[in-house]
């Protein structure tokens, strides 16, 4: 293809090895010529997203089963650290200790939504939202209840 065709009103401009029609139109053409080299560059924004999720459940999980609770609570969101702390009057590694949250395995399926993704591991599902300093886990130990929402035994506030 050697042109892109953009219609702005009834005033065609033709961007590409064609000749524009009209100077008021050239920062609309390169608009689109620079979103047209977004879209086909790819740019990896959701790629990095999913694999940032993904990294950061890995993580989690990982922490989790080397009982290595102090990273494992480096990886909760904000809320979700202090809700444990205020329930089980504790602080978050031994408090984190104490839950009933098994070795949940490999990543099987990774859903991202903007800033929240959903992690399918095969005996656990997190549930994490991204921050400044990366993506962390809001819930834990989650399982799927039909039409109803997730259960889950760890969860922020």
Same mark, same amino acid.
């Given at each position: 293809?050697?042109?892109?065709?953009?219609?702005?009103?009834?005033? $065609? +401009?033709?961007?590409?090895?064609?000749?524009? #029609?009209?100077?008021?139109?050239?920062?609309?053409?390169?608009?689109?010529?620079?979103?047209?080299?977004?879209?086909?560059?790819?740019?990896?924004? $959701?790629?990095?997203?999913? /694999?940032?999720? #993904?990294?950061?459940?890995?993580?989690? /999980?990982?922490?989790?089963?080397?009982?290595?609770?102090?990273?494992?609570?480096?990886?909760?969101? $904000?809320? +979700?650290?202090?809700?444990? /702390? /205020?329930?089980?009057?504790? $602080?978050?590694?031994?408090?984190? #200790?104490?839950?009933?949250?098994?070795?949940?395995?490999?990543?099987?399926?990774?859903?991202?939504?903007? #800033?929240?993704?959903?992690?399918?591991?095969?005996?656990? +599902?997190?549930?994490?939202?991204?921050?400044?300093?990366?993506?962390?886990?809001?819930?834990?130990?989650?399982?799927?209840?039909?039409?109803?929402?997730?259960?889950?035994?760890?969860?922020?506030?």
């Amino acid at each position: 293809m050697d042109a892109i065709v953009l219609l702005r009103g009834d005033q $065609p +401009t033709v961007v590409g090895n064609r000749v524009r #029609r009209g100077a008021r139109h050239r920062g609309s053409a390169v608009m689109v010529a620079g979103a047209v080299a977004m879209v086909l560059c790819g740019c990896g924004a $959701p790629a990095a997203r999913l /694999e940032g999720a #993904r990294q950061a459940g890995r993580a989690f /999980e990982q922490a989790l089963g080397a009982a290595d609770y102090p990273r494992a609570c480096a990886l909760l969101a $904000p809320r +979700t650290r202090q809700q444990l /702390e /205020e329930d089980e009057h504790q $602080p978050c590694g031994s408090a984190l #200790r104490g839950q009933d949250l098994a070795a949940a395995g490999e990543v099987y399926g990774t859903q991202v939504y903007g #800033r929240q993704a959903l992690l399918r591991l095969r005996k656990d +599902t997190l549930f994490l939202s991204q921050f400044k300093d990366g993506w962390k886990v809001v819930t834990a130990g989650c399982v799927p209840q039909g039409d109803k929402p997730y259960r889950c035994s760890l969860k922020g506030g």
